[in-house]
Each structure stands twice: as C-alpha cells, then as structure tokens.
C-alpha cells in the first residue's frame, strides 16, 4: 500500500524531499498559459472596416499614437481602411470630406499605451497623397506613386517601390528603410534614426540625421541632387562601378575614404587628405555631397 | 422655472427642443429673464458658428506664435504650473494639439536663434587671428594664436575662407572642441521636459537623453565654429544641429496631446 501511495505521489510530482523541480516548471507554464488567456481577453481586439469613395489624388490621413500603419495600392477610387483596436478604450474617428480622409484613433481616458494600440491596414488609389503618423510605428508603405509623408517618434518606416512620389519621412530614433524608390522627391529627417537607401533615385535626395548613420546602396541615377548629412554617424556608400557622379565628401572630425576612381575636379572646396574628397565619375550626371561632422564617410565601389 | 434650471437643461435645448410642458416653462422664463435670454442667443450664435468652422480655416502658424509670445510676455507659458486649466467647451480634434502648442513657436524660434547665431556670430579673438594671418603657415598661427589668445586688430570674418581650411594642421580632436563643462539646461528645454513629464511621463528619459545629445551637438559644433569661423560645412553642421532640436520639439509636439 506504502509503495502505491508513493508510486501515486510520484506521478503527481511529489517526492519524499518535497516537490521536483519539473512540476514547479509545469505549474508556471500554466500560469503563464493562464495569464496570457487573460491579458488577451482583457486586452480584446475589435476589428473595423471602414470604406470610401475617392476620386484622383485622394488626400488620406491616418493618425495613431500607437500601433502599426499599413499602406499598400487598392483600386483607383476607393479606400478601404481596416482598424484592429486592441482593447475597448480606444475608438477610430473616421471623417470624409470630398478627397479628404480624416483616420485617428482616439484613446479613451485611463488606456494605458498598450491598449489604446490601434493597427491600420488601408488599400488606397496609388496616386494618395498620405499623411500617417504613429509614435510607436512600424509605418510601411508600398508601390505608390503619390505624396507620402510618415511621421513617427520610435517608428521603423519602411517604405518600397514608390515610383515618381515624393517621401518625407520624420522620426526621433526610429529607424528608415527606403527600397526601390525611383525618380522620387526624399526628404528624411531624423534625430538619431539610422536611415537606408536602397536603390533610391530622383531629382532631390535629402538626409539629416543627427547621430544617426546613413547607409545608400545604388548609382545615384541622372540629374539628381543628392545631400546626405549627419552629426556623429558615418556615412557608407555602395555604388557600381559606371556610377555617373560629382563627388563631395568632408568629415570635419571625422576620416574619409573612397576606392572609387575618381576624376580630379576644380574645388573651391579644398580637399583636406583623410577628411574631404572631391571628385567626379563618368558623366558626372549627379550631384552627391557627404557630410559628417564626427563621423566617417566611407565610398565603396560594389 | 428657475433661472438654475433654465441654465441646466440650455445644452439639451440647443441640440433638440425639450418636451411640450418643459419648453412652455422654459419660454415663460426666456421671456422674463434678459440674463438667460442673452445667455441662450450667445450660445446659439456660437454653436451655429462652430459648425462652420473647418480645418481650412484654421489660423495659420503666425498667429499661434503671435500669441505665444504674448502669453510668454505676460509670463502666462513661463512656468507649466502657471498655466490655467483651459476649460474644455468643445472636443477637439487628435490632430490638434492646442495643450503644447507653445512648443511650436519654441521650436520655431530654436530655429531662428540657430541661423542668427551663425549667420551673426562675432569671431573669437583666436579665429580673428588666424583669418589675419593666413599668409602665415598655418600649425605656427594656429599654435601662437592659441598659446596667446590676445586680441588682435579685428580682421572681417564674414566671409569663409577655404584656404584656411586647407591650411589647417590636422583636424583637432573631438575632445579639442568639446566644451569641458557641461551647461544648465535653458529655461526652454526646462518647460519642455516638464510638459513631457506631466503629459507623457515615461517618455521622459527618452527625450531628456535626445534633447541632451543634440545639445551636446550643437555645443560640440558651436566650439568648432567659434574656433574656425570660415569653415562653411562646420557652420552648416551647426545650423543642421539646430534643426535636430527644432524637429525633436516638434516630434514633441504630435506625441503629447
């Protein structure tokens, strides 16, 4: 009888020395399993779909103090908005005046950051001009052809194959990808966000960060005007080797360096050995200046 | 009716008329009382205006800094706890931000302290020394000039000059234009951390270490430019570093509503 009983215990995970260490782990694993199911029904999300009807350069705003902004190419005349609120103390106000869309979460008194998230996913005629601001991120666009401008404090913006559009961007140390944009107008500001360019071409080139580095990977196209600066970051630049450009790098603190043949140009901004470059490649059809105060700036040739 | 009474069911008059017997009593005192008759045609007028209103017609940015100017004249913006509770008599939008809306003429008028700065900023007695002796190799003026930083006759630095630049030795270090002492921050960046803590309080760290690094920047650039007026990337360095700060307040001001 003394052997069923221990045998018993011991399948309940009782020894004579007390409890073993595998029922302390599987007792937190349902704790842990239970407190999840009841954060998330404390934390129930609702989704709403909201749509409308738009006619070209449709003007969309979507403003969120937390949660995640999804933006990709719908039909030509209609807008479709989809809401996922993470609790019930955040509701979405949702305005149309004409062209003119107005998407704002609205946290009710007492939410905590967490539940007054909101995620927005919207289907949008390509052409939208597009505001869309969340503190928190990430903001991700995709094959649009309008005026976007993304705003975010820590938000990770992502923006690809946006063609003929104008990107501003903003963030304090939120982090900004730009892929496959092409003949755009780019505006980037940030005060320590990294920033990446892949394949980013057009007319206007511009970013600021402030200690912050700035990574581009591509050829600088034709006939654009290229102005990348940053206060402590390093810049790095990847380009081909039949890269048409005009050449300007100055690090005030910081060293330089390139491997790209470059063609010696008349200055009147003096090259200083290990601090500034100036030179051209090809055509020199672009116009591209590097700028670090304390940084390094570094061209590489892929 | 009373004229309390009157006053307490006015809201739901002006949205949709009340009840039969409630409306007669509440004529019969419109009629009798000029205080609650005025009180019902201002409000009505107000109302009926308010729904005219668009965001098109929203004042532009001039006026909100006129006023926060005045208010900052008359000391109303100078401390957070100064500032009286506005009364809330209509919802307002989340896009706008009317509780910090001071921190857009702050960052506004960061901005154009920066470009003044710059664009006005007498050359220290050492940069004037060097701009007079260009013609002199450059490491001796400099080392001279920094070993006796007596004041020479002025000499225009309006101007740069490139050859200075070249003619600069090495690049000083980091530590070289650093300013050793760290200052107190000014009374803006003051109110604008204690806005923070009131209205975001976990942000705090996070934008007094930003707002300290850009001003670590612009202090960092400003030592620079004080010892090499004519260097034009280094000035732009400067102006950049300001426009980090004006754009930190503003990302301020759409996060805290």
Not at chain 2, 87 to 97: G, K
Not at chain 2, 124 to 141: N, R, Y
Request: with cysteine; net charge neutral; aromatic share 6%.
């Amino acid at each position: 009888m003394a052997v069923l009983k221990r045998a018993g215990l011991r399948r309940a995970g009782i020894t004579q020395a007390g409890i073993q260490p595998t029922t302390i782990q599987q007792a937190a694993v349902v704790t842990l399993v239970l407190a999840t199911c009841l954060s998330s029904a404390a934390f129930a999300e609702t989704k709403k779909e909201y749509r409308f009807t738009v006619g070209p350069h449709a003007n969309i705003s979507v403003d969120t103090q937390a949660g995640a902004i999804s933006v990709k190419p719908g039909s030509g005349t209609e807008v479709v908005v989809t809401a996922t609120m993470k609790s019930d103390n955040v509701e979405v106000d949702q305005q149309q005046n004409g062209n003119r869309i107005d998407i704002a979460s609205h946290i009710l008194q007492g939410a905590g950051r967490q539940s007054g998230q909101v995620d927005y996913e919207l289907l949008v005629p390509p052409d939208a001009i597009l505001y869309l601001h969340s503190s928190t991120g990430p903001l991700s666009a995709e094959h649009l052809q309008g005026y976007l401008t993304l705003e975010g404090a820590d938000a990770v913006v992502n923006v690809r194959n946006v063609e003929n559009g104008t990107v501003h961007v903003q963030t304090m140390r939120g982090v900004i990808n730009l892929t496959d944009v092409l003949n755009g107008r780019v505006d980037i500001g940030s005060i320590s966000g990294d920033v990446h360019l892949k394949s980013v071409t057009g007319p206007l080139v511009q970013v600021n960060t402030g200690s912050g580095k700035i990574f581009y990977d591509g050829d600088f196209g034709s006939g654009g005007d290229y102005k990348f600066a940053t206060h402590g970051g390093n810049i790095e630049a990847l380009v081909p080797a039949d890269v048409s450009a005009d050449f300007r790098a100055h690090s005030v603190l910081g060293r330089v360096k390139h491997d790209v043949p470059l063609k010696p140009k008349h200055s009147r901004f003096p090259a200083e050995t290990g601090s500034s470059f100036v030179g051209t490649t090809g055509q020199a059809t672009s116009e591209v200046v590097l700028r670090s105060f304390s940084g390094k700036i570094r061209l590489k040739q892929r | 009716m009373t004229c309390s009474e009157v006053q307490r069911i006015l809201p739901e008059f002006l949205g949709s008329a009340p009840d039969g017997a409630l409306q007669t009593d509440f004529q019969t005192h419109l009629k009798s009382c000029p205080d609650c008759s005025d009180l019902l045609s201002d409000l009505t007028f107000i109302a009926s205006e308010a729904r005219q209103l668009t965001a098109s017609e929203e004042p532009p940015a001039r006026v909100w800094v006129r006023i926060a100017a005045e208010l900052r004249a008359e000391g109303l913006i100078r401390e957070p706890e100064s500032v009286p509770v506005r009364p809330i008599l209509v919802p307002t939008s989340p896009r706008r931000r009317w509780s910090a809306l001071w921190l857009a003429p702050v960052a506004a008028a960061v901005l154009a302290a920066g470009a003044y700065v710059i664009n006005h900023q007498p050359a220290s007695p050492v940069a004037k020394q060097q701009v007079a002796s260009t013609a002199v190799p450059a490491p001796a003026a400099t080392q001279t000039a920094v070993a006796n930083p007596t004041p020479v006759t002025p000499a225009p630095v309006s101007t740069p000059a490139p050859q200075q630049l070249a003619q600069k030795s090495t690049p000083p270090s980091l530590n070289a234009v650093r300013p050793a002492v760290e200052p107190e921050p000014s009374a803006e960046d003051r109110q604008f951390l204690s806005v923070v803590s009131t209205r975001a309080p976990s942000m705090r760290a996070t934008y007094e270490n930003q707002l300290q690094a850009v001003n670590a920047d612009i202090r960092e650039t400003q030592a620079y430019v004080n010892r090499y007026p004519g260097d034009a990337d280094a000035r732009q360095h400067l102006m950049d570093a300001y426009q980090q700060k004006a754009l930190l307040y503003q990302i301020a001001l759409d996060r805290i509503q």
